[in-house]
């Protein structure tokens, strides 16, 4: 069982690890919310998707979608504009200063949240493509194992990054930071986007 909880974990650190819509609005969350509590729906929504993603993949959805060629390319095409459209939102994000003035908006933030990570192609296919094949090599009681091991990775990881989020605001009361992180994270995206559309392209 060791050995299963062990590749959950380290399964789930490689795909939740690479920097993504969903981790950059976690962050900002924990680094523009006035106190972390406040950037705790942002989180639990974040955790309660990545859950489900894990869960559906595990019990034959990506048995679906790897079956369905233009499925695929349907998830594609949706990820591009998508992807091309939350760039756009990150680039023109508020200045820190006058984000934190503003008062906390719960229902924005798990509307946003829940966004980004059920509306993500990519995240999804990568959910699908890795955990749920991979989940096939276990039944019974060592495939909960396996997919409770990664839905903790997920868990720790989001409230992690909220509070790291938080503490980098300490040492950047200006937001310059941030500003830079938002412009970098805008470039990346849109740079995934124009990858998806390649691929679809082809």
Same mark, same amino acid.
């Given at each position: 069982?060791?050995? #299963?909880?062990?590749?959950?974990?380290?399964?789930?650190?490689?795909?939740?690890?690479?920097?993504?819509?969903?981790?950059?609005?976690?962050?900002?969350?924990?680094? @523009?919310?006035?106190?972390?509590?406040?950037?705790?729906?942002?989180?639990?929504?974040?955790?309660?998707?990545? @859950?489900?993603?894990?869960?559906?993949?595990?019990?034959?959805?990506?048995?679906?979608?790897?079956?369905?060629?233009?499925l695929?390319?349907?998830?594609?095409?949706?990820?591009?504009?998508?992807l091309?459209?939350?760039?756009?939102?990150?680039?023109?994000?508020?200045?820190?200063?006058?984000?934190?003035?503003?008062?906390?908006?719960?229902?924005?933030?798990?509307?946003?949240?829940?966004?980004?990570?059920?509306?993500?192609?990519?995240?999804?296919?990568? @959910?699908?493509?890795?955990?749920?094949?991979?989940?096939?090599?276990?039944?019974?009681?060592?495939?909960?194992?396996? @997919?409770?091991?990664i839905?903790?990775?997920?868990?720790?990881?989001?409230?992690?990054?909220?509070?790291?989020?938080?503490?980098?605001?300490?040492?950047?009361?200006r937001?310059?930071?941030i500003?830079?992180?938002?412009?970098?994270?805008? #470039?990346?995206?849109?740079?995934?986007? #124009?990858?998806?559309?390649?691929?679809?392209w082809?």
């Amino acid at each position: 069982m060791l050995e #299963i909880v062990l590749q959950g974990i380290l399964l789930g650190f490689g795909l939740i690890l690479p920097l993504g819509v969903q981790n950059l609005f976690v962050f900002n969350q924990g680094a @523009t919310q006035p106190s972390y509590l406040r950037a705790l729906p942002a989180v639990i929504t974040a955790s309660v998707c990545d @859950t489900i993603l894990i869960s559906t993949a595990v019990l034959g959805l990506s048995l679906v979608v790897l079956t369905f060629s233009w499925l695929k390319a349907v998830l594609y095409g949706f990820g591009f504009f998508f992807l091309i459209y939350m760039g756009w939102v990150i680039w023109r994000s508020e200045p820190i200063e006058s984000t934190m003035q503003r008062r906390s908006e719960p229902k924005k933030q798990i509307l946003f949240a829940a966004s980004v990570s059920l509306m993500n192609p990519h995240a999804i296919l990568d @959910t699908i493509g890795v955990i749920g094949i991979n989940s096939l090599n276990y039944s019974g009681a060592e495939k909960w194992v396996f @997919t409770v091991s990664i839905i903790l990775v997920s868990w720790i990881w989001f409230f992690g990054l909220a509070f790291a989020g938080r503490q980098a605001v300490k040492f950047d009361s200006r937001g310059k930071f941030i500003s830079l992180l938002n412009k970098a994270s805008a #470039i990346i995206i849109w740079g995934l986007a #124009i990858y998806m559309g390649l691929s679809l392209w082809r």
